[in-house]
T-cell receptor
Framework: KQEVTQIPAALSVPEGENLVLNCSFT??????LQWFRQDPGKGLTSLLL?????REQTSGRLNASLDKSSGRSTLYIAASQPGDSATYLCAVGGADYKLSFGAGTTVTVRA | EAGVAQSPRYKIIEKRQSVAFWCNPI?????LYWYQQILGQGPKLLIQ????????DSQLPKDRFSAERLKGVDSTLKIQPAKLEDSAVYLC??????????????FGEGSRLTVL
């Protein structure tokens, strides 16, 4: 069974600092990995989708890397802004076509 | 393009009562998912439909939860009777293909259930 871990559970940084969010998974036989953002009381918004054949994906200030062999993905957010405050979740798609979610990292960017 | 629609957004019921949630996926998306998200945790898959067939319902508490996707479009999730531990946000999501394979997953705003 795939286990997905996100550490730390919470993170607080001053505005302008770069954010580094970690996601680790136990089974390296994955099809894809997706990063989501969740604002309080809202659903999940897809940020980046990385296929298993890819090493990274970029969108604006966001960059996500994937290292299947070590079971890790990292989401980088450059020059953080207060509007980046949210919970970030990663989800791993496995050979059974199921998505396994981490519990998320709650980010607070202080103005 | 319209996103995943869910209703109601909020529901408060007494334990042992029943409740139903509705979801309309993105047009053309074959796969529909219902997730349960308890506060502080990641979403947990309850049931997955491919068109109007069930792909996975292994984590659906079938003694009290039921779901259907008639005509392969919108879907209803029902809880009867509700328990205190059912208090959670129920998220509906859809994808063109199987999300765990190559498909990207899109979520609705969720339905927040409080059981008193």
């Amino acid at each position: 069974k795939q286990e997905v871990t996100q550490i730390p559970a919470a993170l607080s940084v001053p505005e302008g600092e770069n954010l580094v969010l970690n996601c680790s998974f136990t089974d390296s036989a994955i099809y894809n990995l997706q990063w989501f953002r969740q604002d309080p009381g809202k659903g999940l918004t897809s940020l980046l989708l990385i296929q298993s054949s890819q090493r990274e994906q970029t969108s604006g200030r966001l960059n996500a890397s994937l290292d299947k062999s070590s079971g890790r993905s990292t989401l980088y957010i450059a020059a953080s802004q207060p509007g980046d405050s949210a919970t970030y979740l990663c989800a791993v798609g496995g050979a059974d076509y199921k998505l396994s979610f981490g519990a998320g990292t709650t980010v607070t960017v202080r103005a | 393009e319209a996103g995943v629609a869910q209703s109601p957004r909020y529901k408060i019921i007494e334990k042992r009562q029943s409740v139903a949630f509705w979801c309309n996926p993105i047009s053309g998306h074959a796969t529909l998912y219902w997730y349960q998200q308890i506060l502080g945790q990641g979403p947990k898959l309850l049931i997955q439909f491919q068109n109007n067939g069930v792909v996975d319902d292994s984590q659906l508490p079938k003694d009290r939860f039921s779901a259907e996707r008639l005509k392969g479009v919108d879907s209803t999730l029902k809880i009867q009777p509700a328990k205190l531990e059912d208090s959670a946000v129920y998220l509906c999501a859809s994808s063109k293909g199987l999300a765990g394979n190559t498909g990207e997953l899109f979520f609705g705003e969720g339905s927040r259930l409080t059981v008193l």
